[in-house]
T-cell receptor, first 113, second 112 residues
């Protein structure tokens, strides 16, 4: 077990709604990244947070936004949900700097209907 | 954007056989990693590679970072039933193991 916990584990939302997913990072880890994994695909990098600021972003529209809190936990917010947003959303925590690997949580399965 | 081409897409092997899978790219990456993902779980790191030409082992797993920095392979020796799962390569153009680009995965099935 990595120590990275995500909530909720499963979620069903209606197209057009907004959703917030949560992640608690592994103890001592100050960097959180979010990934979207569509069925049958590899994870795709959404963005990364360090010191409560976004410091890297993948090819995702602005309706995907996030927050990092002083305790390093993080939220992923998605507005105006689309059917294609249905996916497993993964959070990974790590230490900034050097050769430090990211450890993933178990993910939140989001279904948009 | 940068893409990783992972092959094969799936493999069916007999228990005890060796397995090899690889990942290639048209772009240079300075960090390569291999992950395993079980159903309903997040990816678990198997091996991280930070230097071109590096060959690293983790038990029955061996991975290499290609000299051109555009490819990597993973070998699993003497496969066992618990090796079943999806294996992903991942890479970063810098020296970081974060903000990763992932391959599309290799589904491994081990037959008794």
């Amino acid at each position: 077990e990595t120590g990275v916990t995500q909530s909720p584990t499963h979620l069903i939302k209606t197209r057009g709604q907004q959703v917030t997913l949560r992640c608690s990072s592994q103890s001592g880890h100050n960097t959180v990244s979010w990934y979207q994994q569509a069925l049958g695909q590899g994870p795709q990098f959404i963005f990364q947070y360090y010191r409560e600021e976004e410091n890297g972003r993948g090819n995702f529209p602005p309706r995907f936004s996030g927050l990092q809190f002083p305790n390093y936990s993080s939220e992923l917010n998605v507005n105006a949900l689309e059917l294609d947003d249905s996916a497993l959303y993964l959070c990974a925590s790590s230490l900034e700097g050097g050769h430090t690997e990211a450890f993933f949580g178990q993910g939140t399965r989001l279904t948009v209907v | 954007g940068q893409q990783l081409n992972q092959s094969p897409q799936s493999m069916f092997i007999q228990e005890g056989e060796d397995v090899s899978m690889n990942c290639t790219s048209s772009s240079i990456f300075n960090t390569w990693l291999w992950y395993k993902q079980d159903p309903g779980e997040g990816p678990v790191l198997l091996i991280a590679l930070y230097k071109a030409g590096e060959l690293t082992s983790n038990g029955r797993l061996t991975a290499q970072f290609g000299i051109t920095r555009k490819d990597s392979f993973l070998n699993i020796s003497a496969s066992i039933p618990s090796d079943v799962g999806i294996y992903f390569c991942a890479a970063n153009p810098g020296g970081s193991a974060r903000q990763l680009t992932f391959g599309s995965g290799t589904q491994l099935t081990v037959l008794p």
